[in-house]
């Protein structure tokens, strides 16, 4: 399934960013959405989840830093980061509807010292 995913970058740790990630094609309201990451030799992660509904989950570590939100209108996800940390870095995902055998390229975040 075709995504873009957008809006990683490298910040100095407590900055900020705004990961996005549009899947155009799809009923996007029909679909649950999630934010996933991999760090440079782990596993990936799960990150934050928005269901059809608009319920959100977290991961506890990044509760009360990220945000994600869901614009139906424009197919697109979106993760606000806030107060990042340097083991935020990773190259982040988004997830349609816990399908796990497709994922787009991701996009990098990078956080300095």
């Known amino acids: 399934m075709y995504r873009v995913e957008s809006g990683g970058g490298l910040v100095q740790a407590g900055g900020s960013l705004r990961l996005s990630c549009t899947v155009p094609g799809i009923i996007f309201e029909n679909n649950d959405m999630a934010w996933y990451r991999q760090a440079s030799g782990k596993a990936r992660e799960f990150v934050a989840s928005v269901l059809t509904s608009g319920r959100t989950e977290y991961a506890d570590f990044v509760k009360d830093r990220f945000t994600i939100s869901r614009d139906n209108r424009k197919n697109t996800v979106y993760l606000e980061m806030n107060r990042l940390k340097p083991e935020d870095t990773g190259i982040y995902y988004c997830?349609?509807?816990?399908?796990?055998?497709?994922w787009g390229q991701g996009t990098q975040v990078t956080v300095s010292s």
């Open positions: 997830n349609v509807n816990w399908d796990f055998n497709s």
